[in-house]
C-alpha cells in the first residue's frame, strides 16, 4: 500500500499532504465503489489544493453508481503518496455461485469496475477455483500471476498477495477482497493503489471486531431502524409502502406495484416470526418516509397469524397514520378476526382477499 | 409417486426440542409425516410428543429408526456442524430451514457432501411437501396444497405459497413442490430438481419460481431447452428491484447482466417457458398450459 493517512477536516488533508511531499492523491472515504468517476477522488499537486478538495468532499454526499441516488455522507478521506504507475491490474477474491466456493477473479485491465471489463474485455478475465478442503495452492497463484503477464519477482510478489488476501478472506468470513488497481510501481514492486473488502453479516456474530468498525452513517437511518428490528427493509424510490412476509413475495409484491402503474416506496419483509411489535415496527419506518402516500399489507400466513398483524398495524397507525390509506390482503390463520380488528378502528382500510384483487385496487390508491 | 420424499420417507428432526424445531415437527406430523426420530444433544432418551424417540447424535437415530431424512431446526451458527453430522450419519435427504448460514460454512459444507450419498435442500428454504402421500418435511402451511399433477420448484417461501394457493384454488393439485433456497450457495439447485420432475410419471407440467440474483435461471434455461420434456411456467421475482442492494435473501441481488430478471425471463422464454407477467396470474398461466397441454 502507498504511504497515507485519513483527514477528517480540509486542515488535516492539507497536513498530510505537506507530509507526502506536496503531491497526493485524495479519495473520499464511503461504503461503496465508483468513486473516481463520481468525483470522490482526486489527484492534488499542492497542500492548498488538497485543502480546498477536502472542503469541497467533507460534510457533503458523494453520490457514485453504487450507493443509491441519496448517496453516501462523506466524513473522512484518505491522502496518500501518489503511485507513480505502469500498467493497472485487477486482483480479487468472491464466493462464486456456480462452483459453489471462494474464487480468484485477475485481469490485467484493471483500473475500472470489473463489470466494464466483462463487458469490453472478457478474454482479459482470468478465473481461479479454490477447493475450501485444501485452500488456495501456491500452483493456482503463480497461474493466476503468470496470466497477468508477471515474471521472476513481481509474480513472487504477486502470489504473496494472493495468498494474504485469500488468508484473509477465509479468517474474517468475507465475501469480497478487492484490490484495483494493482499496480507495478517505479521501483518494479507491486502497490495495492485502492482495495475493498465486503464483510458478510450472517457471519459477523463470529467477528465482534469487526461489527463494531460498522458506521452507521453510511447507511440510511431507516435502514439502520429496520435492521435493529429484524426486518429486512430497503428504501426506493415510489409511494406505495409494502409490508410483506417473505423476501420473494415482497419482491412479487413490489412487482405487482409496478404493474398496477405505481411505484414501491420500499422492500420490507418483516419475516416469518414476527410478532405485534415488529409489524408496528416495520409500520412506523414506512410512516416515518415521507415519500409515503399509502401502504399496503400483504401477508401469506403460515406462521404469523392475521390478528397479530392487525394490532400491530394499529398500534403503529395510532395518529401518525392519518391521511395514508391502507389495503391489506391477509391470508392463512385467524384472517377474519384480523379484518375485524381493523375494520373496526375506524382506519382508511380497503381488504383484498388475492393477488388480483389487489391489484385491481391498488389503481384506486392515490400516486 | 413424487420426487424427493414420499410415504416410505423416515424423517428424523434435528432440533426437535427447539422452539421452532417442535412447533414445526408437530405440524409435519398432524400432515401425516412419518416422523421416526429427533436429535439434539444432550436430550437422549425422552420422547417428543409422547411417540417420538429423541436421541443424542444422528449416528444413533439413523441406527435405531433407519431415518432417510433429516429436517434441520438447528440455528444458522451451528448448521453446518448439524448437516456434516447429518451427512456422516448417511441421511439422504438433509433439509436445512436455516436463514443466515455464513454462506462459508456452506461452501465448506457442499465440498463434504461431493462423492457421499447425501443431498442437502437449502439452506434458508422452506422444504419440501408431497402431498399424494401425505409428506411434509418442512414449514409450509399444509393446508394449502391438493394432491395433483403440477410439480413446483422454487428459491422463495411465501411466494411459493402464494403460487401453491393460486393453483389449488383453480383445482389444480401438487406432485411435489420443492423449495430449493434463497441463499447465493445451495445445495440442490433448479436443474437438479427440474432433472427429477422430467423423469416422474406423476408430474405433468412444472412452475418454477425464481428471483433475482445468481445465473441459476438462465441454467435452467439451458437444461430445459436440451433436455426437459414437459411444459414450464415461470415467474422471476424482483423486476423492480435496483442493482446493488440486497432484497432480503442473501442471494437476491443484481449484480452482473445475468442477474436481473429480465435476463432470466428471456432466457426462460426463449426456452419454451411461458413467462408469468404478473404474480396474481401464475395460477391462471398453469390453468392455461394445462389445457393447451392436453
Given at each position: 500500500m ?15 499532504c ?11 472515504q464511503?461504503?461503496a ?10 489527484l492534488?499537486?499542492?497542500p492548498?489544493?488538497?485543502?480546498e478538495f477536502?472542503?469541497?468532499l467533507?460534510?457533503g ?32 477474491v ?17 483500473g475500472v ?24 495452492q501456491?500452483?493456482q497463484?503463480?497461474r493466476?500471476?503468470r ?12 502470489a ?10 477465509m ?19 507491486l ?5 475493498k ?12 471486531e ?7 452513517e453510511?447507511?440510511?437511518p431507516?435502514?439502520?431502524?429496520a ?9 426506493l424510490g415510489?409511494?406505495?409502502?409494502c409490508?410483506?412476509?417473505?423476501a ?10 409496478q ?7 420500499n422492500?420490507?419483509d ?11 415496527r416495520a ?5 416515518a418516509?415521507p ?5 399496503l ?7 404469523l ?5 392487525a394490532?400491530?398495524?394499529l ?13 391489506v390482503r ?6 377474519e378476526?384480523?379484518?375485524?380488528i381493523l ?21 384506486a390508491?392515490?400516486? | 409417486?413424487?420426487i ?9 428432526v434435528?432440533?426437535?426440542?427447539g422452539?421452532?424445531g ?5 405440524r ?15 436430550r437422549?432418551?425422552?420422547l417428543?410428543?409422547d411417540?417420538v424417540?429423541?436421541?443424542n447424535?444422528?449416528?444413533q ?12 431446526f ?14 456422516e ?12 448460514v ?7 459444507t457442499?465440498?463434504y ?34 394432491s395433483?399433477r403440477v ?9 411459493t405459497?402464494?403460487a401453491v ?6 383445482g ?6 420443492v ?6 450457495l ?30 441459476m ?23 423492480t ?7 432480503g ?20 422464454r ?15 398461466t ?9
Amino acid at each position: 500500500m502507498p504511504p497515507g493517512r485519513v483527514a477528517a477536516t480540509p486542515a488535516e488533508a492539507e497536513v498530510i499532504c505537506r507530509d507526502l511531499g506536496g503531491r497526493a492523491v485524495v479519495k473520499a472515504q464511503v461504503y461503496a465503489g465508483g468513486r473516481g468517476k463520481a468525483g470522490g477522488v482526486k489527484l492534488v499537486d499542492s497542500p492548498q489544493e488538497a485543502r480546498e478538495f477536502a472542503a469541497s468532499l467533507l460534510g457533503g454526499r458523494l453520490v457514485t453508481v453504487q450507493t443509491g441516488p441519496e448517496g453516501a455522507p462523506v466524513r473522512r478521506l484518505l491522502v496518500e503518496e501518489p503511485a507513480d504507475v505502469s500498467g493497472e491490474m485487477y486482483l480479487a477474491v468472491t464466493v462464486d455461485r456456480a462452483s459453489g466456493g471462494p474464487m480468484f477473479i485477475a485481469s490485467a485491465s484493471g483500473g475500472v469496475e470489473i463489470e466494464e471489463v466483462a463487458a469490453t474485455r472478457p478474454e482479459s478475465i482470468i478465473n481461479e477455483g479454490v477447493d475450501v478442503a485444501v485452500g488456495f495452492q501456491p500452483f493456482q497463484a503463480r497461474r493466476v500471476g503468470r496470466g497477468l503477464g508477471l515474471e521472476g519477482k513481481q509474480l513472487g510478489a504477486a502470489a504473496r498477495i494472493m495468498t494474504s488476501i485469500y488468508t484473509l478472506f477465509m479468517e474474517k468470513d468475507l465475501t469480497l477482497v478487492e484490490i484495483n488497481p494493482l499496480v507495478v510501481s517505479g521501483d518494479g514492486g507491486l502497490v495495492a493503489v485502492d482495495a475493498k473488502i465486503d464483510l458478510e453479516d450472517d457471519a459477523l456474530f463470529r467477528h465482534p471486531e469487526l461489527a463494531a468498525m460498522g458506521d452507521p452513517e453510511q447507511e440510511s437511518p431507516l435502514e439502520v431502524e429496520a435492521s435493529k428490528a429484524g426486518i429486512s427493509y430497503v428504501k426506493l424510490g415510489g409511494s406505495v409502502g409494502c409490508l410483506v412476509n417473505g423476501a420473494g413475495l415482497a419482491m412479487a409484491t413490489m412487482d405487482l406495484v409496478q404493474g398496477a402503474g405505481r411505484l414501491p416506496a420500499n422492500f420490507l419483509d418483516v419475516g416469518g416470526s414476527a410478532d405485534e411489535g415488529k409489524v408496528a415496527r416495520a409500520v412506523n419506518i414506512m410512516l416515518a418516509d415521507p415519500s409515503v402516500k399509502s401502504i399496503l399489507v400483504n401477508i401469506f400466513g403460515g406462521i404469523l397469524r392475521s390478528d397479530i398483524v392487525a394490532r400491530g398495524i394499529l398500534a403503529a397507525y395510532g395518529e401518525k397514520g392519518a391521511g395514508v390509506p391502507l389495503m391489506v390482503r391477509m391470508q392463512g390463520t385467524n384472517v377474519e378476526e384480523g379484518r375485524e380488528i381493523l375494520a373496526g378502528s375506524g382506519l382508511d382500510v380497503a381488504f383484498a382477499s388475492t393477488l388480483l384483487e389487489v391489484e385491481e385496487k391498488l389503481k384506486a390508491l392515490p400516486r | 409417486m413424487s420426487i424427493l420424499v414420499n410415504g416410505d420417507s423416515r424423517i428424523l428432526v434435528q432440533g426437535v426440542t427447539g422452539r421452532e424445531g417442535s412447533f414445526h415437527a408437530a405440524r409435519c406430523m398432524e400432515y401425516g409425516a412419518n416422523v421416526v426420530a429427533g436429535v439434539t444433544p444432550g436430550r437422549g432418551g425422552s420422547l417428543f410428543n409422547d411417540t417420538v424417540p429423541v436421541f443424542n447424535s444422528v449416528e444413533q437415530a439413523v441406527g435405531e429408526t433407519g431415518a432417510n431424512v433429516s429436517l434441520l431446526f438447528v440455528p444458522a451458527p451451528f448448521a453446518q456442524d448439524a448437516m456434516l453430522e447429518a451427512a456422516e450419519a448417511g441421511v439422504e435427504l438433509i433439509v436445512c430451514i436455516a436463514e443466515g448460514v455464513p454462506v462459508l460454512d456452506t461452501a465448506r459444507t457442499l465440498r463434504y457432501l461431493e462423492g457421499r450419498g447425501s443431498r442437502l435442500l437449502g439452506p434458508n428454504c422452506p422444504g419440501l411437501i408431497s402431498p399424494g402421500s401425505r409428506c411434509k418435511v418442512g414449514i409450509m402451511p399444509g393446508a394449502i396444497h391438493m394432491s395433483g399433477r403440477v410439480g413446483v420448484v422454487s428459491r422463495s417461501g411465501t411466494l411459493t405459497y402464494e403460487a401453491v394457493s393460486q393453483l389449488t384454488a383453480l383445482g389444480l393439485g401438487q406432485s411435489t413442490c420443492v423449495g430449493i433456497g434463497g441463499d447465493p450457495l445451495i445445495g440442490t439447485n433448479f436443474v437438479d430438481v427440474l432433472a427429477m420432475f422430467n423423469d416422474d410419471p406423476e408430474t405433468d407440467l412444472v412452475v418454477l419460481i425464481g428471483e433475482i440474483g445468481g445465473s441459476m435461471e438462465q441454467e435452467a434455461a439451458q437444461y430445459i431447452k436440451e433436455s426437459f420434456g414437459k411444459p414450464i411456467v415461470s415467474f422471476i421475482a424482483g423486476a423492480t428491484a435496483p442493482p446493488g442492494k440486497r432484497m432480503g435473501h442473501a442471494g437476491a441481488i443484481i449484480t452482473g447482466a445475468d442477474a436481473a430478471a429480465e435476463a432470466k425471463n428471456r432466457a426462460l422464454r426463449d426456452a419454451g417457458a411461458a413467462v408469468v407477467p404478473s404474480p396474481a396470474l401464475i395460477g391462471a398461466t398453469v390453468a392455461e398450459a394445462m389445457s393447451g397441454a392436453s
